[in-house]
């Protein structure tokens, strides 16, 4: 089957806004996610954004959809070191509470 | 409040033993859930409990079997273990509506010799 699909890495320097994109395979989902993985632990929810709206923001982050293409993006604005982590995309394919997750993105951020 | 707890954090197994890990939550959640997560592939699903009685397979389920064992507690077990299961397996669970979307643990590394 398709993937939700990411590219591998992402590298910023301190400072600079972060976009990690995103496209998902399935046009019936109802909720997109964004969750963040840091080094050694588990899946943390970033942020989500319902499948009717275009955009969310939520303090440095940004959420954009365009559902025609079936492209996510998350934009982090004024990206710290702490924002150094794997960052997840993830659909719930038939809008049932089950999730398919992107490959991930690791992003590194520079001093 | 732990959230989801599971264990063992570590696991080395020889080919062929069988092993169980264990995943509790404590946030009364009616879904649960367990992925392995492999370089370059993200997370796959392998098995899912929508409910407390109930069990569903996911994407990679052979090899694997499940226990809904009450509300709480969701364990995943390996009857013979192979390489290819070589993974860091995660727990997690989440209500009913999908607006806060899941809980995860913090993982089980298991490597298989």
């Known amino acids: 089957g398709e993937d939700v699909e990411q590219s591998l890495f992402l590298s910023v320097r301190e400072g600079d806004s972060s976009v990690i994109n995103c496209t998902y395979t399935?046009?019936?989902?109802?909720?997109l996610y964004w969750y963040k993985q840091e080094p050694g632990a588990g899946l943390q929810l970033l942020t989500y954004?319902?499948?009717?709206?275009d955009m969310k923001q939520d303090q440095r982050l940004t959420v954009l959809l365009n559902k025609k293409d079936k492209h996510l993006s998350l934009r982090i604005a004024d990206t710290q070191t702490g924002d150094s982590a794997i960052y997840f995309c993830?659909?719930?394919?038939?809008?049932?509470?089950?999730?398919?997750f992107g490959t991930g993105t690791q992003l590194k951020v520079e001093l | 409040n732990a959230g989801v707890t599971q264990t063992p954090k570590f696991q080395v197994l020889k080919t062929g033993q069988s092993m169980t890990l264990q995943c509790a939550q404590d946030?009364?959640?009616?879904?649960m859930y367990w992925y392995r997560q492999d370089p370059g592939m993200g997370l796959r699903l392998i098995y899912y409990?929508?409910?407390?009685?109930?069990?569903d397979k996911g994407e990679v389920p052979n090899g694997y079997n499940v226990s809904r064992l009450n509300k709480r507690e969701f364990s995943l077990r390996l009857e013979s273990a192979a390489p290819s299961q070589t993974s860091v397996y995660f727990c997690?669970?989440?209500?009913?509506?999908?607006?806060?979307?899941?809980?995860f643990g913090s993982g089980t590394r298991l490597t298989v010799v």
């Open positions: 997690a669970s989440s209500e009913s509506s999908p607006v806060y979307g899941y809980t």
């Open positions: 399935d046009s019936s989902s109802t909720y």
């Open positions: 954004i319902f499948s009717n709206m």
């Open positions: 993830a659909e719930d394919p038939g809008g049932g509470n089950k999730l398919t």
């Open positions: 946030m009364n959640h009616n879904s």
């Open positions: 409990s929508a409910s407390e009685g109930t069990t």
